[in-house]
């Protein structure tokens, strides 16, 4: 039996998490409710059509798609057809405009030479700090690899505007071992797969949605206390929230958006960074760069500005630095003890989490759930601890 008779089932959030999971438990024969307290679908992923210049834009920030997930490839691609897109991202520093990540165009430019591989590499290990043996902050791995021209240049203001702290606060975990490349390759990503869903991600969610055993309540934010009426819940609001903030609001950091218009090409590209400390924004973003495939005379931009989390605000990155992590075991030791109630997705697991690895987590949830109702077995809290 994949199926549970007489009860509904819950789902909290409409966005990726809560679609994926709803459709497969649909599918099995399962009567679905699903809540989001925002009066639209697909969450921090939304799109919608400018009404003045027609651009499609990423409401909550740009969304690329990238995967190496055959599996989740296949998924998304049932519910649209995805655009060939390949991010390439500028980043503008003393008034100069170099290609990221750091590649050897970026290292040629910056230091006015035409090296080729190898010569760059060799050039690049006489710049690296190597008195700095073990890393233990972003800055002493950024130190160590590229040196200081190019960390001041490229990583320094920027993580600083990002965090709100200094680079030498933060964890060397968070640069890649060496984060340049020793060729012409600008692609962002190294995904496999990669692209833009063709009429936006709203649109894909919403066919993700359509199924008669889902019934959607938008503008409904979901208490704990509804949750005995379901046979179970799988809940990817935020953790803290679900247990009322009693060990105070985890950390994230937010972003504010300053849109503007304009006639024509405003950038000439989707993303452009801002790595200087005397700009106070991180980057702007140009989203009709991100439907390569449609043509717009006007354009719809955000120029992205990052801060510390409120309470009334949006919670974008989770910040994850020591204070945090003991206040989330709080939270996860009193998820656990919470019955018929699955913590999902990147608030209810307090993880940052691509849109593939979302519905990775997803459809593995959802496959574990089906299974439990044939076996009996409990449903865990967490597929994926927070911890
Ligand atoms: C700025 C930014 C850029 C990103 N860019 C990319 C990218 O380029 N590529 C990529 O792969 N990923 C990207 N991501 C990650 C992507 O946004 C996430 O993978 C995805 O949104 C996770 O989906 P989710 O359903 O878990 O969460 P969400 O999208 O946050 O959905 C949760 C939903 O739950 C609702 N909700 C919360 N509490 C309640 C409640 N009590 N009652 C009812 N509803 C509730 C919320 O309103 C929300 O709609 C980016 C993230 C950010 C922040």
Redesign the pocket.
Known sequence: MTAVEGKKIAI???????AVIGRALAEAGNQVEI????PHIA???HTERDEQTDVMVHV???????TDDAEVWNYVNRFQTFMPYKNRVKTTSKGQVYSLPINLHTINQFFGKSFRPDEARAFLETLGDASIEQPKTFEEQALRFVGKDLYEAFFKGYTQKQWGCSPTELPASILKRLPVRFNYDDNYFFHRYQGMPENGYTDMVGQILDHPNISLHLE???QRDQAVGFAHVFY???LD?YFDYQYGHLGYRT?DFERFTYDGDYQGCAVMNYGDVSVPFTRITEHKHFSPWESHQGSVCYREFSRACGPKDTP??PIRLVEEKEQLSHYAALATQEAHVTFV???GTYRY????V?IREALDTAKLYLSTLETNAMMPSFLHPPT
């Open positions: 909290v959030g409409a966005g990726l998490s809560g809540f989001d307290r925002r969450g921090n992923c909550y920030g740009p969304h690329i798609f990238h409904t934010a979901f990817s609001g935020p929230g972003l974008y990155y997705g990147r608030l989490l691509d849109m593939d979302t």
